[in-house]
């Protein structure tokens, strides 16, 4: 070897020792990030076993609570019957008073001249007059 073959190849072998200690520094990255990814993993799993811990009892809340939904629902739908029940007793109700008032108004005027007529007669019995002298006799 020559020296002017002993230049290339510490060239080569420079850079053989650059590309492995560039290898050896991303092994080293990429074993920290591995290190680091199996703590992120153990911490998820924590957290997926304390939502499966409260998944029930939310489960249960949340089914208690579309039970009461469903119940108040259902209540509503019956007082909406009610209130229609109720409508229709009013309406009925304010027809028979209105048939009642048509009904006894002529009644209670026929009564009225009735006893108009009796006490006009009375009068006409006890005082011995034809009732068109209303001027009192000494």
């Known amino acids: 070897m020559t020296s002017s073959d002993i230049g290339p190849l510490v060239l080569d072998v420079l850079a053989g020792v650059g590309i492995l200690l560039a290898g050896i ?9 591995a290190t680091t990814l199996a703590r992120v993993n153990t911490t998820l799993d924590r957290v997926d076993q304390q939502v499966d811990n409260l998944s029930q009892p939310v489960t249960a809340t949340l089914t208690h609570v579309d039970g009461i939904a469903n119940t108040a629902d259902q209540t509503l739908a019956r007082l909406s019957g009610v209130v229609q029940s109720l409508e229709d007793v009013a309406g009925s109700v304010s ?11 002529p ?8 006893l108009t007529g009796i006490t006009t007669g009375l009068r006409r019995l006890v005082t011995g007059k034809n009732g068109s002298d209303t001027s009192s006799q000494e």
């Open 95 to 105: 027809q028979t008073a209105n048939l009642t008032k048509n009904a006894l108004s």
């Open 107 to 114: 009644a209670i005027v026929n009564a009225g001249a009735t």
């Open 25 to 33: 520094g991303i092994m080293l990255g990429m074993r920290a990030l």
